[in-house]
């Protein structure tokens, strides 16, 4: 009787959360959520120079954010022919305070976090929140190597949120334009959630 060959075992997840590249208004520390604007000259450059870091990986899913300066970076990076579109990788939705600076909205609201107080007529910090941890399920369903590329705030939410930590955590977690980190599980221990690297830059 013929057997058939043993199944191969898939590839363990390791998720390449990627920031999009520089912009006008993340040069300039406006707040950008659903303002859908485009990579700067630079932006453009730092995403083509993301291409050697992940050259010789087979990704099995490749996510992007909705928004224009996401699936540019995708697409510089070589993966735009396989990126498919995951609304839940959006920006945080900073409502009233779009296109504000930090200091801006303070001026108007002293003491304001956006981690405890979110954002009028924009996203809170629990919806944040709901939004990260179904998308973590999402992604732990999946193997081997997945690029997803995302934002600044959101990204950090996901990272803090694959690890088990309140949203307060994204204030310790930095993340540049056209940097990336490694999410994944440790291999000691499957069952913990691990970032394995984070905030690289290409030198």
Not at 32 to 55: C, V
Not at 75 to 96: H, I, K, M, R, S
């Amino acid at each position: 009787m013929k057997t058939s060959a043993p199944r191969e075992p898939d590839a363990p997840l390791q998720i390449y959360l990627v920031r999009h590249g520089q912009t006008e208004w993340s040069l300039s520390g406006q707040h950008t959520g659903r303002t859908d604007i485009a990579l700067t000259p630079q932006g453009e450059d730092e995403a083509r120079a993301l291409q050697p870091s992940f050259r010789g990986l087979t990704f099995s899913h490749v996510l992007t954010s909705p928004r224009q300066r996401a699936r540019q970076t995708a697409a510089l990076v070589g993966l735009g022919a396989q990126a498919a579109v995951e609304p839940d990788l959006a920006e945080w939705d900073y409502g009233d305070y779009d296109g504000l600076r930090s200091v801006e909205i303070r001026a108007m609201r002293p003491g304001w976090n956006i981690v405890r107080d979110g954002c009028p007529n924009g996203e809170s910090p629990a919806q944040i929140t709901a939004r990260a941890d179904r998308l973590a399920a999402k992604l732990s369903a999946l193997s081997g190597p997945v690029a997803v590329f995302t934002h600044g705030h959101f990204g950090r939410c996901l990272a803090a949120r694959w690890i088990g930590l309140d949203l307060t955590a994204v204030q310790n977690l930095l993340l540049g334009t056209a940097c990336y980190g490694v999410l994944g599980y440790d291999p000691g221990h499957p069952e913990n959630r691990v970032i394995a690297r984070w905030n690289i830059a290409v030198a």
